[in-house]
């Protein structure tokens, strides 16, 4: 059908034409659009408290004891079970997070703009590892960090951003992708660039050299904190492609823990959901399934542009570390991904395979026509609150969020 | 017996299995070379999905 290929070729265009930079870390309440006090913003498609995941509910507690508005974790359940906070999915205010992905008035966001089309997205600083409310986390320890985040190192941090006029984000994806990121489960080659390039200026715009040394550690410390920035970068590309007429691109793909959703560009922010699956993958020594909670979070997002499982030959390593085969095997998860997606990226490309370019543009028909699920790399997390990150692996959508999305498309198309 | 079919069945039989593994499986077992191809009917053999895909052009 002409008017779907024309417009698949725009939503395409978009977003591969898009020019994502860093540009400010700020506070949520100043930048967030609609975000107020008593607002919780989680990752995936819309769900209420009683069908929250283990980790889910721990974060939510945690996050309403650190924004003041509960005395302790049981007062925080309490007041979530009764309908105190008004739970909303993050990609309802222009917002990404990673695994529980907890986004509320107080942190401090990452501020991703889209020059070509000059929307903006919004992702919460990538706590590091170990136990973090991303995994459920929610003890003293887990809220002086964010409490730290929002005080000390968000405004560093963003001073150096502002103070450079911002970070381009595509050329240093590009040469992640050549240095073995794939840039969801494998962020090493991109933290270390990000650090090199905002090093100077963080020096620079110091006005606490403790603040300072802190800050340099943290970032060199953590092996995925380029992801956070890669999800909002993400999230800026995707939304510039939603709401084309016609178009059967996938704009968004999440989770929450208990259901994966799908959105598609031309019906809508429709939401089509269906049972979350569980991860594959390896276990941490001392894990194993049996202490795994389903998938979840925002995270896919860099999936839906090409990256994470999309760009897994570019990343051997990851192959190994969620338990996906060899490192032979990393590109038949990218040509695979090529089957279901409308187009190559010309400027992302990876090298070990020819300098394919990395598979963008979900197209739902091609999903459903394959039986070919989107493959996503994740990492593992306990099903109880607080424990943190047990494995890695990988874990399919489930099929129904593309068909249901497929008859919907179709009805959208007078098609029957 | 057609000379082509005689003359097919008289050397190394070569095989290309196209979808259920099964039968690649099978020969691999009895040391006959197989190249598999993976494949499956289109939405799964679902007839419904099937047919709005391809007036949706896929």
Redesign the interface.
Known sequence: ??A??KANALAVERILTSDPVLIDVMPARDVVPGLKDGMILHAGPPIEWDRMCGPMKGAITGIAVYEGWASDLADAEAKAAAGDFEFHPNHHFDCVGPMTGMTTVSQPMLVVENRTFGNRAYCAINEGLGKVMRFGGNDAEVLDRLRWLRDDFGPALGGAIRHNGGLELKNIIARGLTMGDEMHQRNVACSGLTLRALAPAMAETATDNAVLAKALAFIAGNDQFFLNIAMAMGKSMTDAARGIDGS?IVTSMSRNGTDFGVRVSGTGDQWFVAPVEMPEGLYFPGYSEADANPDMGDSAIVETIGLGGFAMGASPAVAGFVGAGSASDAGNFTRAMGEITAAESPEWTIPAMDYLGVPTGIDI??V????LAPTINTGIAHRKPGIGQVGAGVVKAP?ECF?QA??A??DR?G?? | MSDAIKDLLAGPVKVVNIGLEGFEAELSAQDVEVVQVDWSPPAGGDPKLADLLSKLGA
């Open positions: 059908m002409e779907i290929e059967s028909r091609l459903v026509d394959t039986g099929m068909t497929l008859a498309f179709a198309m098609v029957s």
